[in-house]
């Protein structure tokens, strides 16, 4: 078995799962994986809202009243495309070997196919944009059905799945703060969710919070996934240059 010592001494080795930070031998996927899928949330409202103001201008922008509905703007191949990255890396993510590993991919698969069928299944046109021909209100039903699944199962994540300790052990100080880290974007998601649904039934825009819901989910991911290590050891690398 290679030591964190041996990986320190042979750069060779420092790749090897055992010198990562964080590293468990329970882990089926790896920290890249999560940052990867923290990172897709982080930027999605940014990217959208970039590309829908250099392509339709911000008179247009103002009158969005949800992420959604950036699906009826030049930034639909980036909401598609996103969120589809966003399911497949969801359905390949296989959490821990341990008695929990049925619910990781529950979860995993469940917001999968919540984000699919938030992409394929968009909402209603927003005012002043024609219908697609194709849509109807059974579609905005799926839609609004998956968008809550969604965001359910992060919140799912958020407040058990990531704060689980290995049966036997006591959590470490930097476990601990990471578990608070999770149970307060576990509770903002929650938050996000009420808070989007009671501003839909009276007809306000829900961009903020689904932005803020985003941003909860994101930085789950990328703190479950050590990003903050990563970004830290990349930037004492940079500076010994």
């Not at 966003?86 to 619910?103: C, D, E, I, Q, V």
């Not at 299944?121 to 219908?131: D, E, I, L």
């Amino acid at each position: 078995m290679v030591t964190l010592t041996s990986a320190r001494s042979d750069p060779a080795q420092l790749n090897t799962p055992a010198a990562q930070t964080g590293y468990r031998p329970d882990d089926l996927s790896d920290h890249a994986h999560r940052q990867l899928i923290g990172y897709i949330g982080l930027v999605l409202p940014i990217i959208l809202i970039l590309i829908a103001v250099l392509r339709d201008g911000m008179e247009r922008w103002r009158s969005l009243e949800s992420i959604s509905a950036y699906y009826y703007t030049g930034a639909v191949a980036a909401f598609v495309g996103m969120l589809v990255a966003l399911a497949l890396f969801l359905f390949t993510y296989r959490g821990y070997k341990n008695k929990y590993h049925w619910a990781d991919r529950a979860a995993a698969m469940t917001a999968a196919v919540a984000a699919l069928g938030v992409a394929f299944f968009p909402t209603a046109a927003p005012a002043g944009v024609p219908a697609l021909s194709w849509w109807s209100p059974m579609t905005g039903v799926l839609h609004h059905v998956s968008a809550v699944v969604l965001f359910t199962m992060f919140a799912v994540f958020a407040l058990w799945l990531f704060r689980i300790t290995p049966s036997g052990e006591q959590a470490p100080a930097d476990k601990r703060w990471r578990n608070n880290v999770y149970l307060v974007c576990g509770i903002v998601i929650v938050a996000s969710i009420i808070w989007a649904g009671i501003a839909g039934l009276n007809r306000r825009s829900i961009f903020l919070p689904e932005s803020v819901a985003l941003v909860a989910f994101a930085v789950s991911w990328l703190v479950k996934g050590y990003a903050h290590r990563t970004i830290a050891d990349a930037a004492r690398s940079l500076l010994r240059r």
